[in-house]
């Protein structure tokens, strides 16, 4: 079977931190689907594209005439169609993420013309407040859905809880903090695990994400205390923070979403 045509193109690459990027690809010659914020596309690079230098050596070479394909979720408006954004880690080990890394502004990668995925706004009741529990990349679908209904939801709250290692490895920082500037629906909430190694004194909030919510943060700052009759919890990251957060959730009375059995938990497991 041939291999797929490389049917997009890179147009702009930002490096957020060392293993961390910001990319946005342009399709070539076609339209990009409507999709819904939080859903994810698929990317691919065939074997011999080059690798970045800050990945491990490859032990075993992917074998040549076959695109290596991965998900990735969205985090660019579903309203800025001329162009589709992701929030990249590098897998020093990966067979993908490397290739994605050597890319710059103008060089070519095959996107694939369907969008999917379930982990979407719609899911939640209109009604409810929305609390969106993330980890390093796993921000990034977060980010297509604010993006996209922030600015038109007027009087219906949201809420960034994110966690990461250092204060450069808060993706999107700088957007998050003028969201909540401009918006009196929106609060966000980052939160560091390392604060000893950052270059300045940290003086924001130190720890896991998880101890956001066990120490009531969100509801210091909204005055009521979220509960599963006005609230829906988002949860993408780290599985291990997915898996506790699900547990401290349950005693508050929340329970994971299913098809069969509708629940105010949303997870999103991409790992």
Known sequence: ?????????????IEVAPGLMVIRVVPDGWDLPRF???QFAVLGLPPEAGRSNLA?????????GKLI??????ASSSKARRYLEFYVTLVHSGALSPRL??????DRLWLGPKITGTFTLDQAPTDKSVIMVATGTGLAPYM?????????????RFAVLLGARHSWDLGYHAELVTMEQLSPDFTYLPIISRPAEEPVPWTGRAGYVLELWKSGELEKCWGDT????????FLCGNPAMIEDMIGLLAAGGFTEHSRKKPGSIYVERYW
Do not use: C, H, W
Not at 56 to 64: G, H, L, M, S, Y
Not at 146 to 154: G, Y
């Open 226 to 233: 979220p509960s599963p009759e006005n609230s829906r919890i």
């Open 56 to 64: 491990d050596t490859e032990d075993t070479p992917v074998k040549p």
């Open 36 to 38: 819904a914020p939080g």
């Open 69 to 74: 394909r991965r998900a990735y979720s969205i």
């Open 1 to 13: 079977m041939a291999q797929p045509e490389l049917n997009a193109v890179v147009t702009q690459k």
């Open 144 to 156: 297509s859905m604010l993006r996209t209904e922030l600015a038109a939801s007027a009087g219906r």
């Open 101 to 106: 890394f050597y890319l710059q502004p103008g």
